[in-house]
């Protein structure tokens, strides 16, 4: 496991406490509509953190070319129609760019600071010259309307529970998914940035905001600085 990350619940539990057979069950939400209206038809999209491929999927049937990414093979047994690649997003490196490169379920946050430049570096790495990179931010009380609870229409609850500070500007979250025959819940480390914060930490990396293309700015579509 990685430090400070934790799962509990039936099946594999992968390395950020994240459960395979969970997020096999969750709905896709908004996501890919975000994501197809950002990129360009046909896109090639570097998917990082696809998960079972939530996302994947419902992006390859939008004729989105994916190469999907996460460093748990049993994430990726239940991705079909992708090209995939088993390996930690930090360390990744195809030698070769994409129309896109897609970060999403809030990685930008990661609790260890060099695990987040990382993350960013591999972006960069991966983005073509006149590509973009998708990366999605929590909202802005995330870490402090707490608890809340979620009823999702399909008769699951989400629940945050607590964001409890770990003493060097990171959260540890506790979060718990109840279905009517099991329960799950993970542990895991986040750091909150401000809007100033985010941007400096793409700055860092060589990017920059294009543009915030969701009403609640938590999708953004970033370039690399030197793009006009």
Request: proline share 5%; hydrophobic share 40%; charged share 25%.
């Amino acid at each position: 496991m990685r430090a400070g990350h934790q799962g509990s619940g039936p099946g594999a539990i992968t390395p950020d406490g994240c459960a395979v057979e969970l997020y096999s069950r969750l709905p896709v939400g908004s996501e890919p509509d975000v994501v197809a209206a950002a990129v360009p038809a046909g896109a090639r999209i570097l998917e990082l953190g696809c998960g079972v491929g939530r996302v994947t999927h419902p992006l390859l049937e939008r004729g989105l070319a994916v190469t999907a990414v996460d460093e748990s093979q049993e994430m990726l047994d239940r991705v079909r129609g992708a090209r995939t690649i088993c390996s930690p997003i930090e360390v990744l490196d195809l030698g070769e760019t994409f129309d896109a490169v897609m970060l999403a379920s809030f990685l930008v946050h990661a609790g260890d600071v060099e695990v987040r430049r990382a993350l960013l570096r591999t972006c960069v790495r991966h983005v073509a010259a006149d590509g973009c990179v998708l990366i999605q931010r929590e909202g802005d009380d995330w870490h402090t309307n707490l608890p809340r609870e979620r009823v999702d229409p399909s008769g699951f609850t989400v629940r945050i529970v607590s964001a409890e500070p770990t003493g060097d500007g990171a959260n540890s979250v506790h979060a718990e998914y109840e279905f009517p025959d099991a329960t799950w819940t993970q542990t895991f480390l986040s750091r909150p940035l401000t809007t100033q914060q985010f941007e400096g930490a793409l700055a860092e990396a060589g990017l920059k905001v294009d543009k915030y293309v969701t009403e609640d700015r938590t999708w953004v579509r970033a370039r690399l600085s030197g793009q006009r």
